[in-house]
């Protein structure tokens, strides 16, 4: 079956450190994966897409890598704040049309401590 | 600034009666989505308009339905509200003309509370 799967636990971080976020994905082949931030009660806003030939792209403090052999996507927050504490959401773009379709995780909770 | 709005952001309805969600837009896009979201869960996509093509999820209940009367606006229709419909409901909209840059801009929701 197809699934996506980010880490349900939260992840707590002190602040300063680097954040690293995982989504794994299976019987997907997605042209695009796209990262979005969403806070409580608020909708997700977008942060970074990276292609399935672009091995990694960056973003000031973001990074995300993306292996199509792993079918692994990870997304890095350096020099973390608190600011950053959030919900971060993976998405898979199949791009089989113009729509621009998303298919999402259920997003991991980072929070960073000061 | 342009954006995505929903309105309204809180809405308590009873059992069986039928609520709508609004969505507008001024970004001029040519897609809307709606997205049903339960707390810690994913976004669920339940069906998007490109322009005026209605695109239905294959496991979206009949329950939900959408207009979209122009490009502006959205709606979504619960008819028979059930319990196990509160949820957050998200609008997000997309260019829809260029592949790479179609990421979702969302409105901030409308979270919906059955009585």
Redesign the interface.
């Known amino acids: 079956s197809q699934k996506i799967e980010q880490n349900s636990e939260a992840l707590n971080i002190q602040e300063g450190k680097t954040a690293t976020l995982t989504c794994n994905y299976t019987n997907y082949s997605p042209a695009y994966l796209q990262w979005y931030r969403q806070d409580p009660g608020r909708g997700p806003v977008f942060l970074l897409l990276i292609r399935e030939n672009e091995k990694e792209k960056r973003k000031e403090r973001l990074k995300v890598t993306f292996d199509t052999t792993l079918k692994q996507s990870l997304f890095h927050i350096t020099a973390s704040q608190p600011a950053d504490s959030a919900t971060y959401l993976c998405a898979l773009d199949l791009g089989s049309s113009n729509t621009g379709k998303l298919i999402f995780g259920q997003g991991t909770t980072l929070q960073v401590k000061p | 600034d342009a954006m ?1 709005i929903q309105n309204p952001r809180y809405q308590v309805t009873q059992f069986g009666k039928p609520v709508t969600l609004s969505c507008s837009q001024t970004l001029n896009h040519n ?1 809307m ?1 709606w997205y049903q979201q339960k707390s ?6 339940l069906f ?1 308009y ?1 322009d005026k093509d209605f ?1 239905n999820e294959a496991d979206t209940p009949d329950n939900f339905q959408s207009r979209r009367p122009n490009t502006s606006f959205c709606f979504l229709d619960i008819r028979s509200p059930g319990l196990g419909d509160a949820a ?1 409901y ?3 909209t ?1 260019g ?2 260029a ?2 840059t ?8 409308t ?1 919906l509370t059955v009585l």
Do not use: E, I, W
């Not at chain 2, 810690?40 to 996509?45: G, I, N, R, T, Y």
């Not at chain 2, 179609?102 to 929701?109: A, E, L």
């Open positions: 995505v897609v989505y810690s869960q994913a976004p669920k996509l998007h490109y695109n957050m998200l609008c997000a997309s829809g003309l592949r790479h179609d990421t979702q801009y969302f409105g901030p929701g979270r």
